[in-house]
């Protein structure tokens, strides 16, 4: 099955000495693109040890470094790409077609770099924005040594936001999966309130479930689709050994549930689809949202991009004025969504 992929990915297959059995079709080539750059990753550690894994160049043999170039010509969209371009960053590149192809929450060093900011002018920008007072000097030293260094705040995404949020308790982070089907859209909601600035503090916060949801026995001729990286894969229940042998369940989704609180002895609330394992993060961004409109508040919640890699189960949130916040986040190419 080697033979059907792309010939960049073959040489690094060969370079790396690999076997590709387990690979069953081209559609797995962008997992093992991802596969090859992990590795190359732990065979590092293995050989520096982790200080310098973590703050210098990986010293990559020239040879891998060609092949990754090519194979980052040939994978240059979704995840193998970026990481790819995350590879040869580690390995010393420093060129535009390496840094383009980022993803944008390893980029954010370098694309400050390329306007001149220190760590001062973010806090200004931010000031500016009404989302901090301050900048901690701890802080400050943090982010100028990251700009200085940026190879050290390479899939750092995360870190990077509670440095610039944390001291003034404006970024919330939430476990949105639970495989016990225990989702708590209502703490959600209560969490990214108490957020606000000034923070909103509500009542009588509850959830109620539909009771029609169930867990479900199949058989080997059910298909389940999974969701891996930016791709989704179908397969049997039959087609997997352990699966077959441990057999699996799988939850049925029917009905809604229904957040429920009060703010001021007047009562609000909102839906919330259900979505297995997931929170449905939408629906309690959306109650936010409108929850803020009928206060008369600008307000709305921003979604902070997970990291290259990330599974999303532990997403951060922000909420501030858009009005305010666009234009800081869009001059610091700082990636965000809104749910509306």
Avoid at 29 to 56: F, M, P, Q, S
Avoid at 295 to 317: I, K, N, Y
Wanted: aromatic share 8%.
């Amino acid at each position: 099955m080697s033979g059907d992929f792309k010939p960049s990915t073959r040489k690094l297959i060969e370079i790396l000495g690999w076997e590709t059995e387990q690979f069953k079709s081209v559609e797995d080539e962008k997992y093992l693109i991802h596969r090859i750059v992990i590795d190359i990753g732990n065979r590092t550690y293995r050989a520096v040890g982790e200080e310098r894994y973590r703050n210098e160049v990986w010293p990559v043999d020239p040879l891998l470094t060609a092949a990754l170039r090519e194979a980052l010509q040939e994978h240059s969209d979704g995840y193998s790409g970026e990481d790819l371009a995350f590879a040869l960053m580690r390995a010393g590149a420093k060129d535009q077609d390496v840094l383009k192809r980022l993803h944008p929450t390893d980029g954010l060093l370098y694309r400050w770099i390329e306007q001149g900011l220190t760590a001062s002018d973010v806090a200004e920008v931010f000031r500016e924005a009404g989302l901090i007072k301050a900048f901690a000097p701890v802080d400050l030293a943090r982010i100028d040594g990251w700009i200085t260094r940026p190879i050290t705040a390479l899939n750092k995404f995360d870190t990077i936001l509670h440095a610039l949020f944390d001291h003034e308790n404006r970024l919330v982070q939430a476990c949105v999966r639970d495989p016990g089907f225990e989702l708590h859209h209502d703490e959600l909601l209560t969490q990214l309130l108490a957020s606000a600035d000034p923070c909103v503090k509500i009542d009588q916060v509850s959830q109620s479930s539909s009771p029609s949801e169930k867990l479900i026995d199949v058989t080997e001729l059910t298909q389940l689709t999974m969701q891996v990286f930016d791709s989704t894969r179908t397969l049997r229940v039959g087609d997997d050994p352990q699966l077959s042998q441990e057999g699996v369940r799988i939850y049925q989704r029917d009905g809604r549930a229904v957040v429920r609180f009060k703010y001021a002895g007047k009562s609000h609330g909102f839906f919330v689809e259900s979505k297995g394992t997931w929170m449905d993060v939408p629906s309690v961004l959306k109650g936010v949202d409108d929850f803020m409109k009928d206060l008369g508040r600008p307000d709305r919640v921003f979604q902070l991009a997970t990291m290259r890699g990330d599974s999303g189960e532990w997403p951060l949130f922000l909420v501030a004025d858009p009005a305010r916040f666009e234009p800081a986040a869009g001059r610091l190419a700082l990636p965000v969504s809104r749910a509306n």
